[in-house]
Nanobody, 125 residues
């Protein structure tokens, strides 16, 4: 029922930046944990980042910590993933996902209730 739509993917050179957005059909994410995952060719879907509105806490996967930042807008209808210092190994389809539960640590695929269709990020070397 919840519709999530990712945008902002594209082609960028090593060291560049992109900002992804995840827009929800609901007016608020206030009761949700929202996460970003990515899946590179030949690899399993990997947790990237999550944000929870209970305390606006965030959590990041080790591979992106210090380079990526997850945030939300004031209306709590859109979640962003700011990606800086991009590397070729960041190339993947990036997915936004949400769950009704609050999860303090990393997310796994089976935690999530709703998924977007993904947006492709390609980082050239």
């Amino acid at each position: 029922q919840v519709q999530l739509v990712e945008s902002g993917g594209g082609l960028v050179q090593t060291g560049g930046s992109l900002r992804l957005a995840c827009a929800a059909s609901l007016r608020t994410f206030s009761s949700y944990t929202v996460g970003w995952f990515r899946q590179a060719p030949g690899k399993e879907r990997e947790f990237v980042a999550r944000i929870s509105w209970s305390g606006d806490s965030t959590y990041y996967g080790d591979s992106v910590k210090g380079r990526f930042t997850v945030s939300r807008d004031n209306a709590k209808t859109t979640v962003f993933l700011q990606m800086n210092s991009l590397k070729p190994e960041d190339t993947a389809v990036y997915y936004c996902a949400s769950t009704f539960t609050l999860i303090g640590g990393p997310l796994i695929v089976d935690d999530m209730d709703y998924w977007g269709k993904g947006t492709l990020v390609t980082v050239s070397s």
